[in-house]
């Protein structure tokens, strides 16, 4: 185990608290952190934690709420730290748990939160109990912690069913038994060096329940669970009955996916959460069938949130919006859950890229599309988000209106995906480029050596330097927007919104004295002036009571 375990957490009364309201996570606005893409401190080129705990007074001028960390963990980054070696230790690429511990510390002294990822689907392949199952060899005790299981075939050459990897090809492994001889497989429904626990087994649990409690004890304020939905398979572990299941996914339940024995794992959770004071809260990322099912996972003796992946994937239009809207809030309603809205993340072509092409192209996009379309139809779904009832997360640069790097050359992609056949399309990379601070240096203020992905020429112009205080910026949008949105009373948490008569091609809704109209079309719209502007996303006109709304953009009015 890593000697950093021996860095005892601090006590939990002395950082566990941070001033904020009750419920703060029913319109909390969550940034996600991804670690070596946000700041570099030691010029290595990757970022690390002590470069987010600098930047944290950036986040704070922001306006969010809470910061999620993707994994800083032990890991050997096969898939950039979704594979985990040691729960309990951080990366020294990333810093170590005293640079966590002086992270957290910061943060709340600065009214932010912190939230962290948490993988239980699967461990790395260097996690210590798979290594034990494999040098043990068939009959340990610590294969049942896995699922492995003896081939099919004369000679056990073919996988035990025919499920593939979310990354491309089987779902399966074989390995080379301690005498050399081939040997039964091994479940891995993302890259093989990602190997899936078998949550059937008490010991899977009881881990992860202590590594729940450890992260608590450092003060960490929640966990977003990566592949929430994935940790329960479906009895005996039966053959799925086709190919290309990837395109599947989100269609129907699948029997490794959305099983419901992983409802009674997050009531255990919920209990231990319980246990701590100054409501922390757990986060689902659960890819399911329909965001009714979505709404499985936020009952009121499970977790907390879940992320909306249907309202990610919904075109810029106006009727799939009022839909997906209505959908999540009436699913949502029942079990008193605040919906949750989301644009981008660390896994799909970022929005100001998917809006700049045509609609039906899905979220990894390695087209450019028209830049100045895709950043106007970006800062005004932006609005649109932040206007609606519930919580809302922004994916780090997103705020500097960045585009999705899809000229990356082959010889620097580090997507496993990218490596394997037919699995994802493999350019997650494109969103992970990272993010520019200042016009000039070497990484454009990221670090001073360098970045571990190549940033494109012009990324100064879109740095933080470069839009500060200049009006009509990315940067300033999302600081007034934010700002706005935590001064206004009818703006945050909710369940309904009031629909307003509209052009066809134009959302607009009520919530109490305040009006959202985005106008999705390519053309100018008329539409009534509501009242006060509180913020536009592009330029609009006004006269005699009537507001002339221009094509991708949307706007605040208030009544009062």
């Not at 309603?333 to 605040?338: L, S, T």
């Not at 300033?476 to 009373?489: C, I, K, P, W």
Request: glycine residues 10%; aromatic residues 10%; contains cysteine.
């Amino acid at each position: 185990m890593s000697q950093q375990h021996s860095a005892a957490p601090a006590p939990t009364s002395a950082v566990a608290t941070v001033a904020g309201r009750p419920d703060w996570w029913r319109d909390a606005v969550i940034y996600q952190v991804y670690p070596r893409s946000f700041a570099d401190s030691n010029g290595d080129g990757m970022g690390d934690l002590e470069g987010v705990r600098t930047r944290l007074p950036y986040l704070r001028d922001l306006g969010v709420d809470a910061v999620w960390l993707s994994p800083f963990y032990a890991s050997p980054q096969a898939d950039a730290g979704y594979d985990v070696a040691d729960y309990r230790a951080v990366d020294p690429m990333f810093g170590t748990l005293l640079n966590a511990d002086a992270l957290i510390r910061d943060a709340h002294a600065l009214g932010l939160r912190i939230i962290v990822d948490l993988v239980p689907n699967h461990s790395s392949d260097q996690y210590d109990w798979f290594k034990r199952a494999l040098a043990e060899g068939p009959g340990s005790p610590l294969r049942d912690r896995y699922h492995f299981r003896p081939g099919k075939g004369k000679n056990g050459e073919l996988p035990p069913n025919d499920w593939e990897s979310i990354f491309g090809g089987p779902a399966w492994t074989r390995v080379t038994e301690p005498d050399g001889t081939p040997g039964e497989w091994y479940l891995h429904l993302f890259a093989p060096e990602q190997p899936d626990f078998n949550w059937e087994h008490p010991a899977v649990g009881d881990e992860f329940r202590s590594i729940l409690r450890f992260w608590l004890d450092m003060g960490v304020d929640g966990f977003r669970i990566d592949v929430a939905h994935g940790m329960v398979k479906a009895e005996g572990l039966p053959d799925l009955g086709s190919h290309e299941q990837l395109k599947l996914l989100g269609n129907d339940v699948m029997p490794f996916f959305d099983q419901d024995g992983v409802h009674e794992i997050y009531r255990q959770w919920r209990r231990i959460l319980d246990e701590y004071s100054g409501e922390r809260i757990f986060v689902a990322e659960a890819w399911t069938p329909t965001v009714e099912r979505t709404a499985n996972y936020v009952r009121p003796d499970e977790l907390h949130q879940a992320f909306n992946f249907q309202y990610l994937g919904t075109h810029w239009d106006a009727e799939e919006l009022r839909t997906v809207i209505d959908r999540t809030l009436d699913a949502m309603r029942p079990v008193g859950a605040p919906a949750t809205w989301v644009l981008s993340n660390h896994d799909v072509t970022r929005h100001a890229t998917r809006f700049a092409n045509p609609a039906g192209l899905g979220t990894q996009i390695r087209l450019a599309g028209d830049r100045a379309l895709g950043l106007r139809r970006a800062r005004a779904a932006t609005l649109l988000m932040l206007a609606l009832p519930g919580s809302a997360y922004v994916y780090q640069g997103e705020e500097l209106g960045l585009p999705d790097v899809v000229d990356l050359p082959d010889e620097v992609r580090q997507d496993p995906a990218y490596f394997r056949g037919a699995g994802q399309d493999g350019f997650r990379d494109g969103c992970r480029v990272p993010i520019p601070w200042t016009r000039e240096g070497s990484s454009y203020g990221f670090g001073d050596g360098g970045s571990w992905l190549p940033q494109p020429a012009g990324w100064g112009e879109l740095s933080v330097e470069a839009q500060t205080g200049t009006p009509g910026s990315t940067l300033e949008l999302y600081r007034a927007a934010l700002a706005v949105r935590r001064s206004t009373a009818d703006l945050g948490a909710g369940d309904a919104v009031e629909w307003l008569r509209a052009p066809e091609g134009v959302v607009a809704f009520r919530r109490g004295d305040f009006v959202c109209v985005a106008n999705t079309t390519g053309e100018s719209v008329a539409t009534p002036a509501y009242g006060r502007v509180l913020l536009a996303s592009g330029e609009i006109t006004e006269a005699a009571g009537e507001a002339k709304v221009p094509a991708d953009t949307t706007v605040w009015w208030t009544r009062a």
